[in-house]
Every structure is written in structure tokens, then in C-alpha cells.
């Protein structure tokens, strides 16, 4: 368990090293995909959002919704992964979305930084982008 200082710059470059962004993507998608069918269904998906913290930090959502109006939520969220609307995520649409997501936290994040509590083993994103940018700032030294 410790603390994670992120900002807009410490996501961008974390998701400029494409194949770094690209292989954690998969990962993460390879992970989500519990039944191996090689697409994410709704519940797969919504496992995501909760293990990868997105809907805190990208929608500023308090968790102790109500769970019909998280539900929906999630719902929405889906939808906007399932591009083409058939009603699972595939490996592309996931990449695309992921991508979308991560740069409006970004933008959300601009120059003030915010700390994260996270556990040793915390696979999110913005956990990987800090660690990314903590070996480059090591690197440079
Ligand atoms: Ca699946
Ligand atoms: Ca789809």
C-alpha cells in the first residue's frame, strides 16, 4: 500500500509509449475476458470498471450510489465502449475506448496533480503510468 502522485503529463506519457499503453491495454483486456471467448460482456466489463477505478477518477463517481443508478451507469459506460453496438466489447473497441478515457482523465487532471492510495499489486492504469514515469525520473538521474 502506498501513495501515487499523478497528473495530465504522467497519463500522456505513460499512453505515448504506444506499446507500452498497447500491451497493458491487451492485459488488461486478456484479464477482463474471464470465459476466454475473446469479447467482454456487460458483467466482465463491469468488474473492470470497478477493479480499474475509471468511473472515481474519469466521472468523479461516488461509489455509494445507489446500486439501480450505478447499474446504470455502467450501463452507459458499456454502451460507449460497444461501438458498433452487438453487444459485446471486443479487443478493438476496448483499445479505442480505453484510449478515450484515459486522455480525458488526462485533460481532467491538467497541471494539479492528485495523490492515489494504492495496494502493491494495483494493476490500474494510473497506477502503471506512475510507475512508468517514476523509472524515467530514476533514468534521467
Ligand atoms: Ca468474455
Ligand atoms: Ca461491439
Known amino acids: 500500500m502506498g501513495v501515487i502522485i499523478i497528473d495530465g503529463s504522467t497519463v500522456r506519457a505513460f499512453m505515448n509509449d504506444e506499446t507500452q499503453f498497447k500491451t497493458s491495454v491487451d492485459a488488461q483486456f486478456d484479464s477482463l475476458d474471464v470465459n476466454n471467448d475473446g469479447v467482454l460482456s456487460r458483467s466482465e466489463m463491469r468488474k473492470a470498471f470497478e477493479s480499474m477505478r475509471l468511473l472515481e477518477a474519469h466521472f468523479g ?66 497506477k502503471k503510468a ?6 524515467k525520473i530514476s533514468e534521467s538521474s
Not at 506512475?130 to 523509472?135: G, I, N
Open 61 to 126: 463517481v461516488d461509489t455509494a450510489l445507489p446500486p439501480e443508478e450505478l447499474t446504470r451507469l455502467y450501463d452507459s459506460v458499456y454502451l460507449g465502449f460497444d461501438e458498433d453496438q452487438n453487444g459485446t466489447v471486443d479487443l478493438q473497441e476496448f483499445r479505442s475506448e480505453m484510449k478515450k478515457i484515459m486522455l480525458a482523465i488526462a485533460d481532467g487532471l491538467g497541471s494539479s496533480p492528485i495523490q492515489m492510495a494504492v495496494e502493491d499489486d494495483d494493476q490500474s492504469f494510473l
Open 130 to 135: 506512475a510507475d512508468l514515469e517514476a523509472a
